[in-house]
């Protein structure tokens, strides 16, 4: 297998992340790696759990990123840190149980099989959602319909944050231009890899804690309607 590394913004995780690293560290793969990324935000025993696990496995490698400005400048620091370290593919993914270690293979399979995008779906045959809102959920199914009616878009769930790319998926992307801090990441990661080879993986999402603010959405909606202009700043599609 070609030298992957999971991107995972972490923070104030230490009731999971102990287990989390050691789940994936189990897998049966010689090269694949953790990279755990956390900033100031975290204030509990995250940090310490990551860097206990680092001195026993040269597969974890904990990144402190001073310059973050929330999860998603996590989620672009990691891509640009795996990069960086010779990844040929690089793996999303959150770090607080929200998504299964065990589905990795899945998108490792497909990977090897030469899709350059893999996504993971929670609205395809296989894929699911626990303990989550009624609302979270509403917001999550009806957001993957606009974003498909207004973007062009085909895919069954636009907004996981659960997915797998080659390496030259990321090369091509001006990382610091892209336009959501927040939510709508992972919409306009997918739609500015719609014409790539691609293909939705099931997952399971475990349902958290966190809540979603009204201005959250309403910056969804915002971007939403950006990013057909502003794509260009990012150039990810490829010229077919």
Same mark, same amino acid.
């Given at each position: 297998?070609?030298? !992957?590394?999971?991107?995972? &913004?972490?923070? +104030?995780?230490? *009731? !999971? %992340?102990?287990?989390?690293?050691?789940?994936?560290?189990?897998?049966?793969?010689?090269?694949?790696? =953790?990279? &755990?990324?956390?900033?100031?935000?975290?204030?509990?025993? !995250?940090?310490?759990?990551?860097?206990?696990?680092?001195?026993?496995?040269?597969?974890?490698?904990? =990144?402190?990123?001073?310059?973050?400005?929330?999860? =998603?400048?996590?989620?672009?620091?990691? #891509?640009?840190?795996?990069? @960086?370290?010779?990844?040929?593919?690089?793996?999303?993914?959150?770090?607080?149980?929200?998504?299964?270690?065990?589905?990795?293979?899945?998108?490792?399979?497909?990977?090897?099989?030469?899709?350059?995008?893999?996504?993971?779906?929670?609205?395809?045959?296989?894929?699911?959602?626990?303990?989550?809102?009624?609302?979270?959920?509403?917001?999550?199914?009806?957001?993957?319909?606009?974003?498909?009616?207004?973007?062009?878009?085909?895919?069954?769930?636009? *907004?996981?944050?659960?997915?797998?790319?080659?390496?030259?998926?990321?090369?091509? %992307? +001006?990382?610091?231009? #892209?336009?959501?801090?927040?939510?709508? /990441?992972?919409?306009?990661?997918? /739609?500015?890899?719609? +014409? #790539?080879? !691609?293909?939705?993986? &099931?997952?399971?999402?475990?349902?958290?804690?966190?809540?979603? @603010?009204?201005?959250?959405?309403?910056?969804?909606?915002?971007?939403?309607?950006?990013?057909?202009?502003?794509?260009?700043?990012?150039?990810?599609?490829?010229?077919?």
């Amino acid at each position: 297998m070609k030298k !992957t590394i999971i991107v995972m &913004p972490v923070a +104030n995780e230490e *009731t !999971t %992340m102990g287990r989390i690293l050691d789940e994936i560290l189990a897998l049966p793969y010689d090269n694949l790696y =953790i990279y &755990p990324v956390i900033d100031s935000y975290s204030r509990d025993r !995250t940090e310490e759990i990551i860097r206990e696990r680092e001195k026993i496995s040269s597969k974890v490698r904990c =990144i402190f990123y001073r310059g973050s400005k929330g999860v =998603i400048s996590c989620y672009l620091e990691g #891509f640009r840190q795996a990069l @960086k370290d010779g990844a040929q593919r690089i793996i999303e993914m959150d770090g607080g149980g929200s998504h299964l270690p065990s589905e990795i293979p899945g998108f490792i399979q497909k990977l090897e099989e030469g899709y350059e995008c893999v996504w993971g779906s929670r609205f395809i045959p296989g894929g699911g959602i626990s303990d989550q809102p009624l609302y979270r959920r509403i917001l999550s199914s009806g957001g993957t319909y606009l974003a498909n009616f207004v973007l062009g878009t085909r895919l069954k769930d636009m *907004t996981s944050g659960f997915e797998g790319f080659q390496r030259h998926i990321l090369e091509q %992307m +001006n990382l610091d231009q #892209f336009l959501s801090t927040g939510h709508m /990441y992972q919409t306009e990661m997918r /739609y500015y890899c719609r +014409n #790539f080879r !691609t293909v939705e993986v &099931p997952i399971h999402y475990m349902g958290s804690s966190s809540s979603l @603010k009204g201005s959250s959405v309403t910056e969804a909606l915002r971007i939403l309607f950006q990013l057909k202009k502003h794509e260009a700043k990012v150039r990810a599609v490829p010229e077919r």
